[in-house]
């Protein structure tokens, strides 16, 4: 299994420096990797297909196969961070 620290440092070295942030990141048994990800400016399919190839560049699907899914917190998803109350203070 793929430990959710390697997924977390991976994500973190490719929003660094941008307005992203990670809202939650699960790696189940099978490795499928799901990362969540929201931004003071909105998350773009862009910003998520960026975060996606990031990672995958950084891991060995040789070695360890492995599902990939990145995506932007939902509207009507529960604030899971503290950065989600921050972005929608006074709106």
């Known amino acids: 299994m793929i430990p959710e620290s390697k997924i977390k440092e991976l994500v973190q070295a490719r929003i660094e420096g941008t307005k992203l942030f990670i809202v939650d990141i699960n790696v189940s048994l099978s490795n499928k990797i799901n990362v969540l990800i929201d931004g003071y400016d909105g998350v773009t399919i862009s910003d998520c297909i960026d975060v ?17 899914e990145v995506s932007s917190a939902g509207l009507d998803a529960p604030f899971a961070v503290s950065e989600q109350y921050k972005k929608n203070l006074g709106k």
Do not use: K, M
């Open 52 to 68: 996606s190839r990031g990672v995958e560049h950084n891991l060995d699907r040789e070695a360890q196969d492995f599902e990939l």
